[in-house]
């Protein structure tokens, strides 16, 4: 299988194509962010970078099976103020997705965004063909990540609840939410006063701490509440009291975020915590890619078997007698595994009859019995896979 993955980031999608066990020819990718190349080549060397999406086109390329990617979001997301959505220049780089599905004609195709208006999920949808469904990430992992995914892989549902808790995920320390909000790109840019990282959190929500433990978390939030509630982040600057009350309050760190995105730990190995936030923020839940692509592993598993039995039923003349002076051909089939062709026949006591490899099978009673009791296809799907 040959896969094209646009605004590849780290490759998450190969990450997911190895967890759900799917075999890959040729993985190429559009990613133009230098720390994102560079942690893809780290863990996986035979990616084929092929950078600037623009640049790309459907005739240098193979057959494509497989085009997935997750066009950027900023422009359609809740926490931009502008909201252009498809006429954003980041947000209408959807359109080069599109121009490269029309381009490559894959058999299946995978994009990921983020949960939108109505009204440019609608025109998405309509520009592809399919419904999304959304997939809220907190079901296979300790984060929210609420995102929409147009596919025409077959059989997606919704992951089953893993009832992971954000606690369970810590290398050390206390948090006293059940699920770390949802990473962003823009974690790469964190605050550095304590009491302006605790100020943000309680007031807005829009960011992950870590306490040193559940007291520690009790004393910051009271001294919080008597002395910033209401205020702006100015009018805390001119605080002249004791604040060591909020040493020790800490961001996620890298391993943190990896377990939280589902991606093996390691991966971001040789990033600085800023660049791996960025990259981690910017990337897929693995589980929930890999859960996907189980209806695509199902599909191709099918077709696999459906190839390497070909079994084709004809009716043949009596002069059909290969395989024994008498014998009348029934059906034959190719075996990729064993890698060469298979004859069945019927004798004229009807005794069944398999020609093929390295050897004939001639346990003639046992196989008219299982004939007889399951059929001929389940028979020459036992030979087959003996």
Not at 258 to 281: F, H, I, K, M, W
Request: glycine share 8%.
């Amino acid at each position: 299988m040959n896969v094209l993955s646009l605004f590849d980031g780290m490759s998450c999608g190969r990450i997911a194509l190895d967890r759900a066990n799917i075999k890959i020819d040729k993985y190429y990718a559009s990613e133009i962010k230098p720390h994102a190349i560079k942690v893809s080549k780290q863990n996986y060397s035979d990616i084929i970078q092929l950078g600037d999406i623009k640049n790309i086109k459907a005739k240098d390329l193979p057959k494509i099976d497989l085009l997935i990617g997750g066009s950027p979001c900023q422009d359609f997301s809740g926490a931009n103020k502008e909201k252009l959505g498809l006429d954003g220049n980041k947000s209408g780089l959807f359109f080069e997705y599109l121009r490269l599905l029309k381009e490559c004609k894959p058999k299946y195709f995978l994009l990921e965004n983020v949960k939108m208006k109505k009204e440019w999920q609608d025109i998405i949808s309509e520009y592809l063909g399919v419904q999304p469904i959304n997939i809220n990430s907190s079901l296979v992992c300790g984060a929210l990540r609420n995102r929409m995914y147009w596919t025409n892989i077959p059989n997606v549902c919704l992951p089953n609840d893993k009832q992971i808790k954000l606690q369970d995920l810590l290398e050390y320390g206390y948090t006293p939410r059940d699920k770390a909000r949802c990473l962003l790109e823009s974690d790469s840019r964190p605050l550095n006063t304590p009491v302006k990282m605790v100020h943000r959190y309680i007031n807005t929500g829009f960011t992950t701490l870590i306490f040193k433990s559940e007291n520690h978390y009790k004393n910051i939030r009271k001294h919080s509440d008597k002395n910033f509630k209401g205020k702006t982040a100015i009018e805390i600057e001119s605080y002249q009291g004791d604040l060591s009350v909020y040493d020790g309050v800490r961001y996620l760190t890298t391993v943190e975020r990896e377990r939280l995105q589902t991606v093996p730990e390691g991966y971001c190995q040789g990033l600085s915590d800023n660049d791996a936030a960025c990259l981690l923020g910017d990337g897929w839940t693995i589980d929930v890619i890999a859960h996907i692509f189980k209806g695509l592993r199902m599909k191709l598993k099918k077709i696999k078997y459906e190839q390497s039995l070909c079994i084709r039923h004809r009716k043949y003349s009596r002069s059909d007698t290969y395989g024994g002076t008498g014998n009348v051909m029934v059906g034959s089939g190719y075996c990729s595994i064993k890698n060469c062709p298979y004859f069945f026949y019927q004798n004229k006591l009807k005794k069944f009859v398999i020609c093929g490899g390295e050897s004939n099978y001639t346990r003639d009673d046992y196989y008219n019995e299982r004939i007889e009791k399951h059929g001929i296809k389940a028979v020459i799907k036992e030979i087959i896979n003996d």
